[in-house]
């Protein structure tokens, strides 16, 4: 599993019995305060997801999707009418069948874990994406594997 706690900017990966396995800080979404409610609004998702794929060849280094939009995102903004109820079933069909979600919604997506930034900038400076230094991002990568749980805390 994956655990971003991000008031300390810090990812954990833990072992199936909770054992701490690695650690590191990161870079977020340039609003790093609250959950991603919608596209462009520059904040980090908050909730349990999963990794949906692993890019080895991202613009970022390497890039591990994450789950975003899921379930509780497209019901709380379905019930809220900031989606329509097609976006919503395409997204809990998405985290039914536990593959990438649709990135192209008002909720927004192409949330990643990945590594730096090819200009080097430093401080949270991502989209919404979580950030990890080049040599941190390669050694995740070598543990986590597809369908990994990523769960983000405030």
């Known amino acids: 599993m ?3 706690i991000k008031h300390s900017r810090t990812l954990n990966l833990l072992s199936s019995d909770g054992e701490l396995l690695f ?11 609250g959950a991603k409610e919608k596209e462009g609004d520059m904040k980090t998702p908050e909730g349990r997801y999963r ?3 692993i890019n080895p060849k991202s613009k970022y280094h390497i890039a591990l999707g994450v789950s975003y939009p899921g379930k509780k995102d497209a019901l709380a903004a379905l019930r809220e009418k900031r ?3 097609a976006a919503a079933v395409r997204i809990l069909l998405s985290d039914l069948l536990r593959v ?11 949330v990643m874990i990945h590594g730096e930034h090819p200009d080097g900038l430093s401080g949270d400076w991502t989209a919404g994406c979580v ?5 941190e991002i390669e050694a995740i990568a070598k543990i ?11």
């Open 100 to 110: 990438r979600p649709p990135w192209k919604t008002s909720l927004g997506g192409f």
């Open 51 to 53: 990794i949906t794929h």
């Open 83 to 85: 989606i329509g109820k």
């Open 23 to 33: 650690s590191c800080k990161v870079s977020l979404g340039k609003s790093p305060v």
């Open 131 to 135: 950030a990890v230094r080049n040599k």
């Open 2 to 4: 994956i655990r971003i």
């Open 144 to 154: 986590v594997k597809r369908g990994e749980i990523v769960e983000i805390l405030p």
